[in-house]
Each structure stands twice: as C-alpha cells, then as structure tokens.
C-alpha cells in the first residue's frame, strides 16, 4: 500500500462550503475521544428531546444511560409528556421551530403538573411574555462568560439541585471548553431560584446562568450555560451538571418537603 493511501487511511476531512469562496476541505488525523463520566442517574432516567440548533447533546445523554425520545416540534403540541420524566428543549430552539414558541403554555402545564422542563439558552426572543414561566430580560448586546476558566461562585450551598442525584463542587467546572454561558439575563422575576454566579474579569457580576422555577408539582429550568458545548467534548462536570437539572422537578419537591417538615418542628 502506498504512502498516500495510508495517511488516507488515517484521516478525515471536514467540508468547507461557503458562497462566496470556492469549496474547501478541512483535513484532521481521526481519533476516538473516550470519556469515563461518574454520574448518578435520577430515577427514572427517561426524557423527551426536542433538538435545537446546532445541537448534538442528545446522543451524549443516550451515552450515559439516559433513555431519550427524540421529539419533533410537530408533536410538541399533541404527545402524550406525561410518559417522560422530564422534557429537553435545545438551543436556540423558540426562535428556529415556530411550533416550539407556540407550545410554550404547554410545557409550563407539564410542569405544573409535575414535569421538569429544561430549556437550554435563547436570545432576546425569550423575553417574549409567555415563552418563560416568569419574565427575564437581557441587555441589547447580551451578557456571556467567555473565559472557560472563569471563577463559578455557589449561591445556595444547600440546593438539592447541585447535590441530587449527583454533589456538584469546584471540580466539575474544570475543562470547560470556549465558554462559560451565553446570552445570559441581565435580570429574572424574583420566583426563580438562583443557583450560580460568574463573569468575565472586569465584569459585573450575574447571578442568571440557572434559573429554576418551582411551579405547581414540578419545575421549569432555564439555562445559558455553554452544556451543550461540554457534553459533545465528553466533559464530566457539564454532564454531571445536566443530569442534576433533569431531576430538577423531583429536588424542588424534596426540598418543599424538608421545609414543611422544619416548619411543624
């Protein structure tokens, strides 16, 4: 075999197409990247998938044991939710699929009715009233952490969210890649639960990057942290982190417990 057909053998090449430019070919050595992920998973690992733009996390939650059901915006408004334990909505995904924006009501009923929903980042379109549980806003040029490495401060130390099913700590924020988040609210009605804080140096702080909104027997969560760049790339604190948002709906409810039970003390 010669020279040529070997290196052919052990490469790939990415296309590069553009109008304005003839077409290219990107040319990289193929590799395998394996990742080993130490996650617990919520208890009933099952979730409905609606794919966003330029979105590849699905398959990483199937790889780690997750049971997804890829879900098209079509049937967004007539499939049965109450099947799955919690519902993913992609980025990008409320401007890109008309039928996602109008199944916003809907989605906030399957967490009423003790569902979680987990909504991954938007733009300005997500201050649209009703697309939201409650309202945000975002500045005209939006608020995002591009430093990967940027300091990530704990707001509520004794979230369930950041201990169940998986405990969350400074470790799992290592490895980010290109970001922290993006088009991060500026402001958030004050029944969200805020759970992180960071920002690029020099910039003021926000609070915005996790929102979590306890509603009726569940919860709705909304966040512009980069996941679905660290779940493509194998990072296991990205992973981990989604995990725990899946079970969202369940933690609010034990926390609601422990309240309850401290307040009859």
């Given at each position: 075999?010669?020279?040529?057909?070997?290196?052919?053998?052990?490469?790939?090449?990415?296309?590069?197409?553009?109008?304005?430019?003839?077409?290219?070919?990107?040319?990289?050595?193929?590799?395998?990247q394996?990742?080993a992920?130490?996650?617990?998973?919520?208890?009933?690992?099952?979730?409905?998938?609606?794919?966003?733009?330029?979105?590849?996390?699905?398959?990483?939650l199937?790889?780690l044991?997750?049971?997804?059901?890829?879900?098209?915006?079509?049937?967004?408004?007539?499939?049965?939710?109450?099947?799955?334990?919690?519902?993913?909505?992609?980025p990008?995904?409320?401007?890109?699929?008309?039928?996602?924006?109008?199944?916003?009501?809907?989605?906030?009923?399957?967490?009423?009715?003790?569902?979680?929903?987990?909504?991954?980042?938007?733009?300005?379109?997500?201050?649209?009233?009703?697309?939201?549980?409650?309202?945000?806003?975002?500045?005209?040029?939006a608020?995002?952490?591009?430093?990967?490495?940027?300091?990530?401060?704990?707001?509520?130390?004794?979230?369930?969210?950041?201990?169940?099913?998986?405990?969350?700590?400074?470790?799992?924020?290592?490895?980010?890649?290109?970001?922290?988040?993006?088009?991060?609210?500026?402001?958030?009605d004050?029944?969200?639960?805020?759970?992180?804080?960071?920002?690029?140096?020099?910039?003021?702080?926000?609070?915005?990057?996790?929102?979590?909104?306890?509603?009726?027997?569940?919860?709705?969560?909304?966040?512009?942290?980069?996941?679905?760049?660290?779940?493509?790339?194998?990072?296991?604190?990205?992973?981990?982190?989604?995990?725990?948002?899946?079970?969202?709906?369940?933690?609010?409810?034990?926390?609601?417990?422990?309240?309850?039970?401290?307040?009859?003390?």
């Amino acid at each position: 075999r010669s020279s040529s057909s070997r290196w052919i053998a052990t490469a790939g090449w990415i296309p590069i197409t553009y109008e304005h430019i003839q077409p290219l070919r990107y040319y990289r050595m193929a590799s395998v990247q394996i990742e080993a992920v130490d996650a617990q998973l919520p208890r009933d690992p099952t979730i409905a998938y609606v794919k966003g733009v330029s979105d590849n996390v699905a398959p990483m939650l199937h790889q780690l044991g997750i049971r997804v059901t890829m879900l098209s915006p079509e049937l967004l408004a007539t499939a049965d939710l109450s099947r799955y334990g919690a519902v993913v909505v992609g980025p990008r995904a409320f401007a890109a699929l008309p039928q996602v924006a109008a199944s916003a009501a809907r989605l906030q009923a399957y967490a009423r009715g003790g569902g979680t929903v987990v909504v991954q980042y938007g733009q300005q379109e997500m201050q649209t009233p009703g697309y939201l549980p409650y309202p945000i806003t975002l500045t005209r040029v939006a608020e995002r952490v591009t430093n990967e490495d940027a300091p990530v401060q704990v707001l509520d130390p004794s979230s369930r969210l950041l201990a169940f099913p998986n405990r969350i700590t400074a470790d799992d924020f290592k490895g980010w890649v290109q970001e922290r988040a993006l088009y991060m609210p500026t402001t958030a009605d004050p029944h969200y639960r805020k759970l992180l804080e960071m920002h690029d140096p020099g910039e003021p702080p926000n609070e915005n990057a996790v929102l979590v909104a306890p509603i009726g027997k569940g919860a709705y969560v909304y966040t512009t942290l980069s996941l679905f760049r660290q779940l493509p790339v194998g990072n296991p604190g990205g992973a981990r982190l989604f995990v725990n948002l899946l079970g969202a709906g369940r933690a609010e409810q034990k926390g609601k417990g422990k309240i309850a039970a401290g307040a009859g003390e």
